[in-house]
């Protein structure tokens, strides 16, 4: 018999595509979407660039999730603007915000992540982090009259909001730790050549650095760096990374990953380690999975991977993971994940059939593990390809320029499957 109510908590990337995938494959109990935010579930990708190069524009409003009215055709019980406060696992129900509970006989958790702070950066009005469109609001009005922007850390959400920010006639200073942007998941041809884009459009960087100190001056920052020397700025942006957001599971006592931020603990199904409740998205950490992964594919496939299950269906085989980045007018794409400690990997270049389009091509012991393609959709869709059916050209053959792409997959194609 299949479960009767379900309960997604999260109207995110993952909680509406699980959703999506229970009616399509045609669940007919109560189907509930409780989220914390009020108004229709939006995307998150547009928060970090044009919410905030457009937010305060009158014409623009970040892209929802689903259309208005397909909640109600999918007989999907939308309440926003809760928050489930706690989980009764014994009597299966959650408690609410509104003092309300609702029952279940399945509840997905799909809470997302949330940004870490820096103590010594929280609760200023001229302080962000990213995470919502009321964040994305914020900092895109605080555009319009503050001229300076620190953002610390140097990862997507950093350098999607230095471009944001650039755009708007911000100056903008972005500090990070490490030696160059991504450094822990892209290799560094695709950091050097986002750096040089954001230094041709007047972004300074100050890498292997960190913020010890920040004193308010009257309407602006001083900011003291960790190797001497300080900036000013008149807002400051933290983008050094999001920890699941486990409260929830914490509270009830699931088990969670002590050595992965406290994510929650899932099996191969999306199973907690209560039968009755599944983990999706940034919140959860699958077992036998190299990392947990934050992006919207990601999420996407999590919802729609726990809702087979749920409804007692086979299993589809996955694809690669992949992301995007969009910083200016240049998009970086990305399949696989870029081996960056491996000790035998080899990356090689290849330029692209246009412009300042390059890929970059990882590989471990002779055998295809990424491609990074920056404004060269045409690689990464090949290099997806190649990874999906899991076939990997050598590095050779993608070291010659003579051969084109498509011709080295089709050969490769035909090979793995003869008519
Ligand atoms: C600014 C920004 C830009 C990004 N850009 C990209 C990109 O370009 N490409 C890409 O692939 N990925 C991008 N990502 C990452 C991607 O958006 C996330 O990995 C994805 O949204 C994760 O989906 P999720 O459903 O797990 O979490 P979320 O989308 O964060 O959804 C979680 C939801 O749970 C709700 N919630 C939490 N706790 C409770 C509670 N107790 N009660 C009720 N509701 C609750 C929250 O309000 C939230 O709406 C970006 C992320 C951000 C923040």
Partial sequence: MLEKDIVIIGAGHAGISCAEALRTKGFKGTLTVVDGQKGFPTEKPPLSKGAIVNGTSED??????????????????????????????????????????????????????IPIELGITRKHPQSFTLRNSKDAKEISRAASTLKSALIIGCGYIGLEVAASLTERGVKVTVVETEDRPLAKISSSAIAEKLVEIHERKGVKFRFSNSVVRIDNLKNEFRVLLQTGGHEIAEMIITGIGVSPDSILASKSSLAKNENDKNSICVNENFVTSDHHILAIGDVAKRVGTEKRIESVDNAQEDGKEAASYIMKEVKQPRGVPWFWSDQYDKTLQIAGLVPITDANKKMVFRPGKRGDGFSVWSFVDEKLRSVEAFSDPSSFAIGKRFLSDELSPTSCEIMDLSTDLKTIYKRFHTKANPT
Wanted: glycine share 4%.
């Fill in 60 to 113: 623009y409003s970040v892209p929802l999730l689903k259309p208005e009215n397909w909640y109600v055709e999918n007989n999907i019980d939308l309440k926003t603007g809760i928050t489930v406060m706690s989980i009764d696992r014994i009597n299966r129900k959650i408690n609410l915000s509104n003092k309300n509970t609702i029952s279940y006989t399945t509840l997905v958790i799909a809470t997302g992540a």
